[in-house]
């Protein structure tokens, strides 16, 4: 587009693409043979870039959002031009001035202050589990920013390109817990998520951002596939018959963990918490899920009566905390029921999540001293009571759904997600039988291979007598 004194506005596409092969659309601006050039928000394979397009189509048909971009270029010239126009009449329209008016007019808002104002508004929401997380992606963004050396991030420098050098710079990051260590990648995944959420909310609800400039439309990342380690029967009743101290930490943390696996894994956060108005005289354990607020409601069978003999007292009131893990002066001691938790501020509601993060630390410290004691080589921790405990519900030939009721997932999906691996026997099974030339041989195999391990060894044991 021309105008009068040799003012000429266009576009082109930047000299080099980024890593993944897409170049940036430059605006162009030249006055008296002094040309300058800004990047747009825009980004285009070459073999959709059309120069000597007419009719402002510089991005040809092949690319899916050609009719979206080439609008949006159209009027981003027509601000540039208007800009220019009312700049002329006051004799100051150079180049430079040129920019500076529309730069300073539509101004970009800051992503990183949106970012930390979302996670504000999560924290005073009483989300703190998820406070937690996109405060430490907030951290992280801030790190890199520094590193690039940015004050700031706007809107408008949210590309693929710089979540392909956020991803990159995730990759080098140490592990906290093992400085010797780099992040895991679902760690990164995580954080990635987090990015991603934020660019969402921030186009569906607070419009700061074009739906089409969401850079996670061509950006795309991924975590890796974790195997969820479970005991059998065998190192259960290794950790069962250990000689520990009756009344000592270890001895507790034991207990802590065989009771949560005779409840069909109950969370720590929730066993931490238990009270004993949780507990019914007819033997049944009732309670709220911190993580989404599901009622359980469970019999509770021999093993795990027997554990709650060790805690009852003669004193003890309905109110009091079942396990010697929480102050019962603390001040969200008095926030009995899941209601009345969701009522504290957000500060109380921080420090009890801090501190129920503490004993669960300490319990997992614990039960990696009891498998080093036991001779289990796995990395024992709280969270495979519910692990263990699924796979036992499986071996005992409950469906998914049974086991999606017991353990409370939400989606059956999740429980899918917790079962996967534990269809290798049955797989085997099946493949063996398909090249077998004795039917009944077939079949006996098949059974004994769907059989839980204690019990194929008990029979094992009882041939050789």
Not at 66 to 85: D, M, P, V
Not at 203 to 210: F, V
Not at 248 to 260: E, Q
Request: proline share 3%; with cysteine.
């Amino acid at each position: 587009m021309k105008s009068k004194n040799n003012t000429t506005f266009g576009f082109l596409l930047a000299n080099h693409p980024n890593r993944h092969g897409y170049y940036p659309v430059m605006l162009r601006i030249t006055r008296d043979r002094k040309t300058k050039r800004l990047k747009t928000d825009f980004e285009v394979k070459k073999c959709d870039w059309n120069q000597r397009a007419k009719n402002y189509r510089y991005v040809r048909d092949s690319c899916p959002e050609a009719e979206q971009i080439n609008r949006h270029l159209f009027e981003l010239l027509g601000k540039y031009r208007s800009a220019y126009l009312k700049l002329k009449e006051e004799g100051i329209a150079s180049v430079e001035n040129i920019f500076e008016r529309v730069i300073d007019s539509e101004t970009s808002e800051s992503f990183y202050q949106y970012a930390l104002q979302q996670t504000r508004f999560i924290y005073e929401g009483g989300g703190i589990r998820n406070w937690k997380k996109y405060n430490s992606f907030c951290h992280k963004l801030k790190t890199f920013m520094d590193g690039q050396g940015m004050h700031d991030l706007t809107f408008a420098e949210l590309t693929p390109s710089l979540l392909a050098q956020f991803d990159a710079f995730l990759h080098r990051i140490p592990n906290e817990k093992f400085p010797e260590k780099l992040l895991h990648p679902n760690t990164i995944f995580v954080n990635m998520n987090a990015f991603k959420t934020l660019v969402n909310r921030s186009i569906q609800i607070d419009n700061k951002l074009r739906s089409e400039a969401n850079p996670f439309l061509k950006y795309k990342y991924g975590g890796v596939k974790t195997e969820k380690a479970r005991l059998d029967a065998a190192e259960i009743e290794a950790i069962k018959a250990l000689p520990l101290e009756q009344g000592s930490r270890i001895w507790h943390c034991r207990n802590y963990f065989l009771f949560s696996f005779y409840c069909a894994g109950i969370r720590a956060g929730d066993l931490i918490q238990l009270r004993w108005c949780n507990i019914s005289a007819q033997g049944r354990l009732s309670y709220q899920m911190g993580k989404n607020h599901k009622v359980r409601d469970l019999a509770l069978i021999p093993e795990s009566q027997a554990i709650l003999k060790y805690y009852a007292a003669s004193d003890t009131v309905a109110t009091d905390y079942v396990f010697p893990l929480l102050d019962s002066k603390a001040p969200w001691a008095r926030y009995v029921t899941q209601n009345e938790k969701d009522t504290m501020t957000p500060d109380m509601k921080r420090h009890l999540f801090t501190t129920i993060s503490s004993k669960n630390a300490m319990i997992n410290k614990n039960l990696t001293r009891m498998a080093r004691m036991a001779g289990i080589s796995k990395k024992l921790s709280f969270h495979m009571a519910r692990h263990s405990f699924a796979k036992f519900a499986k071996d005992k030939g409950l469906d998914n759904l049974e086991v999606k009721a017991l353990l409370a997932h939400s989606n059956l999906s999740t429980t899918q997600h917790y079962m996967g691996d534990f269809e290798t026997e049955k797989i085997d099974a099946a493949l063996i039988s398909v090249f077998s030339h004795d039917d009944q041989d077939a079949e006996l195999l098949s059974r004994l291979q769907r059989l839980p391990p204690e019990r194929l060894r008990a029979l094992i044991d009882k041939l050789h007598l």
